[in-house]
């Protein structure tokens, strides 16, 4: 560490702030820091890291349902992504675990920051009292702690940007939704040609050809005349990843929800 500090022109203390991530250290002296830590081979011994400042440098991550936006790689990647950079290893609860006492096991393994994502369509058995660790949802909110969300008002406004739409009407169908709120904003299709219909939870047969607006994760197959509206997985795991580096490091106040904005793709795969 006296070896990076010195190269750089930093204290020691500095090197040890940004390479664990600290909010105070800006961004281009941070990666000032890592350039030159990368080129001696330098590597921060978490183990003696997590001893002195009391932390493990582990963040649980529980999947509570096989959802298409958490069931592929995009999602995991990017939460990976920033949480790697910020030294930190995940311990990953797969859909099957036991409920009612996952608070408690994940408080006994230690754990710096806890991440539940999913749907929320289950009961989150939160414990009456403090936490042992902070925790952030994705895909549903929990009163009192930091959320990563959809907005439903620009998923609107995104759907209505498309030219070749009158108007959008929706079609649910019996897979897993997406974008349930579409059903209570959207109206569903009537006799109306000039109304493009948005396909949520529908798949194979379920779909007629035409024109029309298909939900997806981000990343799929395209379908031949059809719109997609992608969950965009890997901002979503990313955005999560910040705010529970955020919550550890106290430096910042965290917003009660992050929410993010689907794409929409063309029938040729470009950006609208």
């Known amino acids: 560490m006296e070896d990076v500090a010195r190269l750089a022109g930093v204290s020691k203390a500095t090197v040890s702030r ?5 909010g105070r250290i800006s961004p281009r002296t941070r990666e000032k820091i890592w350039e030159v830590a990368r080129e001696v081979g330098y590597r921060l011994d978490f183990v003696a890291s997590s001893l002195s400042g009391g932390k493990t440098g582990i963040a649980a991550v529980v999947l509570d349902e096989a959802v298409p936006w958490l069931s ?3 999602f995991l990647e990017g939460l990976n992504r920033v949480l790697s950079r910020a030294g930190m290893d995940l311990l990953l609860k797969l859909p ?4 009612g006492d996952l608070f408690s096991r994940l408080g006994a393994r230690r754990v710096d920051v806890m991440l539940w994502a999913g749907s929320g369509d289950g009961a989150v058995p939160v414990p009456e009292g403090p936490l042992s660790a902070p925790l952030v949802t994705a895909g549903f909110s929990l ?4 959320a990563v969300l959809i907005s439903p008002e620009r998923t609107l406004e995104r759907l209505r940007s498309c030219p070749a739409a009158g108007g959008a009407a929706y079609v649910g169908g019996e897979g897993h939704r997406l974008f349930p709120f579409l059903e209570r904003l959207l109206q569903p299709r009537g006799d109306d040609d000039k109304q493009l219909p948005v396909f949520d939870g529908a798949g194979g047969d379920e779909i007629p050809g035409g024109a029309g607006f298909i939900c997806s994760v981000q990343g799929g197959a395209p379908r031949e005349g059809k719109y997609a509206l ?3 997985a890997f901002e979503f795991g990313a955005a999560a990843g910040r705010i529970m580096i955020k919550l550890l ?3 910042s106040p965290i917003p009660r929800a992050t929410y993010l904005i689907p794409a929409l793709k063309s029938p040729g795969g470009e950006s609208i």
Request: glycine share 22%; no cysteine; hydrophobic share 25%.
């Open 249 to 251: 490091q106290g430096s």
């Open 230 to 232: 992608e969950w965009p």
């Open 96 to 99: 099957g675990f036991r409920a």
């Open 72 to 74: 592929g790689p995009l």
């Open 18 to 22: 940004a390479l664990k991530g600290d």
């Open 143 to 146: 009163p009192g702690h930091p």
